[in-house]
């Protein structure tokens, strides 16, 4: 039992710094010693204020923060003003909704060591091009069905209509994910990602043939699409 469990550890071990060297490789990042896999984004923000912030600055430097950030982007922040005597400026947001850019001029030119931000697309669509009979077999979660061949301006319209907002593109293996993005690009979508296959998808899939009528609010995406947007390549330009 102990020698079996001494394996397991092992086991897990190797696939652990494996995947840390595939990522640093994938990244072109000299030294799979610099990531380090965390809980979520609030733990992975409290060792960033933990580690570097708290290592790095001194009172008096200015770390910039936005208004409309969620908890676990501010809270460090204004630990680090307590603990290190940081001042901690306020980007703020502007009537319309956007950030105010004259107010975040203003506090630039103060030369902020840290500033700390949210993206905040608007609706994000994961797009499956595959057939409808692939679809119904098995497809991601919330994914929306786009066959290959069918995409045009009308089909691309109903099931992405924002061209402004994130697209994600997948297929069975990555063959078709990747034309659909060259089509979509051609019809100008601004930010279409293609993650690839349905095979090397590691995260729930459901079964069932009925298309997804919504999309997806970022703060929605399902945790793998979380996951491997980090690891996603832009469409390459059709030009």
Known sequence: ?????????EEATDAYEGTR?????????EGADRFVFTHGSTESLNLA??????????PGDVVAVA?????ANIVPRQMLAQRRGVRVEWIPVNSAGPLDYDAWCRIAEARPRLVALCQ????V????????????????????????????????A???????????????TGVRSAEAALKLEALGYR?????????????????GDEPTESGLPEGELPVGVKVVCGKTKAAPSSS
């Open 21 to 29: 060297e595939r990522l640093a490789r994938f990244f072109g990042v």
């Open 191 to 207: 930010q279409i990602y293609d993650f690839g296959g349905i095979m090397d998808w590691p995260y729930a899939t459901i079964d």
């Open 49 to 58: 204020a933990l580690g570097w912030a708290d290592r790095r600055l001194r």
């Open 158 to 172: 109903e099931a992405a209509p924002d061209k402004e907002a994130p697209v994600f593109v997948y297929c069975r």
């Open 125 to 156: 669509v994961v797009l499956d091009v595959r057939t409808p009979e692939e679809y119904a077999e098995r497809h991601i979660v919330n994914a929306r069905l786009l066959t290959l061949d069918t995409i045009d301006e009308t089909t691309a």
């Open 1 to 9: 039992m102990h020698r079996g469990a001494h394996t397991l550890a």
């Open 120 to 123: 905040q697309p608007n609706e």
């Open 67 to 71: 208004e409309d950030n969620r908890h």
